[in-house]
């Protein structure tokens, strides 16, 4: 090959990987984009369904995840057993989130009137256009005489 041809060569390889990075980088899908307050509101949401025992209304801020695992019959039994704090308590705060993916993860304080802080962990997943509840779980709690950070509801 003479040293136009490889010449020619080196173009067509360059062209080749240059077209490539284009097409990366205009196919790459665009970040999801939130605000805290959407985060929140999902969770006030479902907390307000269940004060109202309006579980079907509680049981929709789910994820298609949760509701494929979980009938919502299962979901009325599991809130009913394991879920009175959130009912007793009389303000709800929210802490730090941290986001891994199309998933977020929220901190959310139940604080009931005695001063007794109920904190659980909310992962919160993206659908579309909405955020929905994938999954809570408690952690151990504490008496309010220990600070706490956090954004009021």
């Not at 139940?110 to 007794?116: E, K």
Request: glycine share 6%; proline share 3%; charged share 25%.
């Amino acid at each position: 090959m003479d040293k136009r041809g490889k010449v020619t060569f080196l173009l067509f390889i360059f062209a080749i990987c240059g077209t490539a990075v284009l097409l990366h980088l205009h196919n790459r899908p665009e970040p999801i984009r939130h605000r805290p307050a959407e985060l929140f509101e999902v969770v006030n949401k479902q907390v307000e369904a269940f004060r109202q025992n309006n579980f079907t209304a509680a049981y929709s801020q789910a994820s298609a995840n949760f509701q494929q695992s979980w009938t919502e019959e299962e979901f009325v039994e599991m809130v009913q057993r394991d879920c009175t704090r959130i009912m007793e308590a009389e303000r709800v705060e929210f802490g730090p989130w941290q986001r891994r993916g199309r998933e977020i993860i929220l901190q959310v304080f139940f604080i009931n009137r005695d001063g007794t802080v109920a904190p659980c962990i909310y992962s919160l997943v993206n659908e579309g256009d909405r955020w929905k509840i994938d999954s809570a779980r408690w952690v151990k709690g504490w008496q309010t005489a220990q600070k706490m950070r956090g954004i009021r509801s």
